[in-house]
């Protein structure tokens, strides 16, 4: 079982920054995902990050974030972070954390390939 908080969302201005945070307890060493909704739309994968053994990581994004996101790790505090610089008034949306379960799986797009879900943090984004 992975239990899951985000928190960190809220309102900035077009060009802002926020960072989201993902408080883990349970089987973390699973890919962690970050995805997004808007009303009507289906959740969008944004970045993953995917423990491959040791001290090794993996992170993808997509297309859209990519160069504006970075998403992290804390070990000691066994919370994950997505970090948005440049946002835009598309980024706009509510944003959940996601686990896996499993360790290894680089590239986890899918809503379907997590197990575990956070309650989502708004973020808006203001043009």
């Known amino acids: 079982q992975v239990q899951l908080v985000e928190s960190g969302g809220g309102l900035v201005q077009a060009g802002g920054s926020l960072r989201l945070s993902c408080a883990a307890s349970?089987?973390?060493?699973?890919?962690m995902g970050w995805f997004r909704q808007t009303p009507g739309k289906e959740q969008e994968f944004v970045a993953s990050?995917?423990?491959?053994?040791?001290?090794?990581?993996?992170?993808d994004y997509a297309d859209s974030v990519k160069g504006r996101f970075t998403i992290s790790r804390d070990s000691a505090k066994n919370t994950f972070y997505l970090q948005m610089n440049s946002l835009k008034s598309e980024d706009t949306a509510m944003y959940f954390c996601?686990?896996?379960?499993?360790?290894?799986?680089?590239?986890?797009?899918?809503?379907?390939?997590?197990?575990?879900w956070g309650q989502g943090t708004q973020v808006t984004v203001s043009s």
């Open positions: 996601a686990a896996s379960g499993v360790p290894g799986g680089k590239k986890l797009r899918s809503r379907t390939q997590y197990a575990y």
């Open positions: 349970g089987r973390t060493k699973s890919t």
């Open positions: 990050l995917a423990w491959i053994g040791d001290n090794a990581y993996y992170a």
